[in-house]
């Protein structure tokens, strides 16, 4: 059985994202989402909020599972009998940041970090930019999925601009 993490905070889940999960689910056996909750309460979305949207937005992919960490993520590796993580990267400014990360990672724990290339219709996008268009009213529908949309007009308070 291998099994691999894609960690992330997912402050919301954006199609970037679950572009990389369903990717990632054609290739290996089984997938762990995990919430990263160190940081979350500094966040648009509580912890909950972000795991039941990717409940939701992964709940056709059979092989892929949604949770939560806290502290760090090798440990949760290790008690999880997980082989890797797979990260998404976007571009060059992703690149430092993540090859440090993996081989620190690798480094505590001997988990190996498996990068795969974002795809070019979402390699713009972060969920720090999703979170400020719809907050100043802008369009996100082709940015987020449409339950994401939907729970970005409730917590806004906004109708949004459809
Ligand atoms: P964000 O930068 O959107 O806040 P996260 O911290 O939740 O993202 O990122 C979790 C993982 O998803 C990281 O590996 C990140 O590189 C990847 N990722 C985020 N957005 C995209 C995207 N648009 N395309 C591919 N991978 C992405």
Redesign the pocket.
């Known amino acids: 059985m291998h099994r691999v993490v894609c ?5 919301p889940v ?1 199609n ?2 679950l ?2 999960i369903r990717r990632a689910a054609l290739l290996h056996d089984e997938v762990l989402v995990v919430v990263g909750a160190n940081r979350a309460k500094h966040g648009m979305f509580t912890v909950d909020e972000r795991v039941a949207m990717l409940e939701e937005v992964t709940k056709d992919l059979s092989n892929v599972s949604v949770g939560t960490f806290r502290g760090l993520l090798v440990e949760y590796c290790r008690a999880r009998g997980v082989s890797a993580i797979v ?4 571009a060059v400014s ?1 690149f430092e940041y993540e090859m440090e990360m993996a081989q620190m990672n690798y480094r505590l724990a001997g988990i190996e970090t498996l990068f795969m290339t ?2 070019p219709l ?2 713009f ?4 930019l999703v979170r400020e268009i719809a907050a100043y009213g802008g369009n996100v529908a082709a940015l987020v999925p449409p339950a994401v949309e939907a729970q970005l007009r409730v917590k806004l308070g906004s109708p949004g601009t459809g």
């Open positions: 960690p992330g905070s997912f402050d954006t970037g994202h572009d990389i990260k998404g990267l976007r992703d974002a795809n979402y390699s996008l972060r969920s720090s």
